[in-house]
């Protein structure tokens, strides 16, 4: 039996891991992987203290910092479902079952597919979805980037080093994100943007070899041997069938990180604060974790 589980270590989860730590809790964390999303971003140069970090590097000094307390993480394990029994919440997963008396889920968003012909073929034979990891493969070729926010910017922003030409498909009629990236991305000799065009088929034979858009009407074949794909996220959210969620299937909470479900508390992406920021994710991990301290020490188990 214990006290606390925090189900995911991206920012916000281990922020609580070691707000949890501090607080003495006898706890534990169940992860898939260490790090989240943050661990594939590229540049950052908004997470107060780092005037310039790479998603990586932060990632490390997050799971450093997590290391140095000892906590116990089931890593490489994925929770499968969350029920509440009383005043004990059970958990369970994809290796285990474990009780606890408070849960924080912090089990972040994961990336969103575009259900076009091709994709599923070509994953990983040039379509990835993730600049930060795979973007050295595609030296000196020529890409298409797929999506028009923060995430699409980021990853043209890194590929701008690495490829030859780089085609930057955003289905919208303008590029959202942030100013910075957007005038970034727009000075480049190397980007070409297509807004209001959409991807409809990813081609090749053994390999990607090209993409086919729509625009105004018409489609085009544009030659590339890499495809990014940058078009959001959706949260893991699929196991916490108990709590409340919004109609983009985040979990709903209040300011005190509080579930429809007394007990279990929530933070980070997978709910439904407004901004999807590091730092955001992080501060929010710390306050899910105080809120289940106080939400502990008031009731008798």
Known sequence: MYDLII????????????????????FMVISRDIGGQAAWSGDIE?????????????????????????????????????????????????????ETKAVIIAS????????????????????TYCATCDGPLFTNKDVAVI???NSALDAVIQLMRIAKKIFLINITERLGGDAVMREQVQASDKVFVMNSAQVIAILGERMVSGIKVLKDGKEEILAVQGVFVEI???????FARIVDKNESREIKINCHNETSIPGIFAAG????????QIIIAAGEGSKATLNAFRYLIQRKF
Do not use: C
Request: glycine share 12%; no cysteine; proline share 5%.
């Open 147 to 149: 999506g028009g926010g």
């Open 232 to 238: 959001g996220l959706l949260p893991n959210s699929e």
């Open 108 to 127: 972040g968003k994961r990336t969103r597919e575009l259900n076009v012909p091709g994709e599923r073929e070509f994953k990983n034979r040039g379509l």
């Open 269 to 276: 992406d997978v709910t439904d604060v407004p901004e999807k």
């Open 7 to 26: 189900i995911g270590a991206g920012p916000a989860g281990i922020t609580a891991a070691v707000y949890a730590a501090r607080k003495k809790m006898d």
């Open 46 to 98: 908004n997470y107060t203290g780092y005037q310039f970090i790479t998603g990586p590097e932060l990632s490390a000094k997050f799971e450093e910092h997590m290391r140095k307390y000892q906590i116990p993480v089931r890593e490489n394990e994925a929770v499968t479902d969350v029920k509440k029994e009383g005043d004990i919440i059970k958990v369970t997963t994809d290796k285990d079952r474990y």
